[in-house]
């Protein structure tokens, strides 16, 4: 069991298949016990960075969807805690409207935030 900083450019790569995919969804692994850590901007820019890639059209809108949904999921059973400047924050107790699945709204990432 070992503790992981994921910046958003790593932890994209459990959603979406690219260079390191497998090696990140290894390390994520629940059977591994490892504690993950994240910056509290990083689902914004999470949502952001798949959104761009729908945009792209190097993902499929429906495949974009299916990954903004499942980091949703797991920012409440697999990454509820996130450090920021050395202090603990929950992810958990943002509200769920406050995180934007900009997938067709054209948002950018520090758009992708905001309150329903």
Same mark, same amino acid.
């Given at each position: 069991?070992? *503790? ?9 790569? =459990?959603?979406?298949? %690219? ?9 994520? @692994?629940? *059977?591994? /016990? !490892? ?9 914004? %820019?999470? #949502? ?6 729908? =945009?792209?059209?190097?993902? &499929?809108?429906? @495949? ?7 980091? =949703?999921? @797991? ?5 509820? *805690?996130? =450090? #920021? ?6 992810? /958990? @107790?943002?509200? /769920?409207?406050?995180?934007?699945? &900009? ?7 520090? /758009?992708?935030? !905001?309150?329903?």
């Amino acid at each position: 069991m070992a *503790d992981y900083y994921f910046d958003s450019s790593a932890l994209v790569k =459990r959603y979406i298949n %690219e260079t390191g995919s497998t090696w990140v969804c290894g390390l994520l @692994d629940p *059977d591994l /016990r !490892h504690e993950a850590f994240i910056a509290a901007i990083t689902p914004v %820019e999470i #949502v952001a960075a798949i959104t761009r890639r729908a =945009r792209g059209q190097t993902i &499929a809108q429906v @495949d974009a969807v299916a990954a903004c949904t499942q980091f =949703r999921v @797991d920012l409440q059973t697999q990454l509820p *805690d996130c =450090r #920021v400047d050395g202090c603990t924050a929950r992810l /958990r @107790d943002v509200p /769920r409207g406050d995180l934007c699945l &900009a997938v067709g709204c054209g948002t950018g990432g520090q /758009r992708a935030l !905001h309150r329903k």
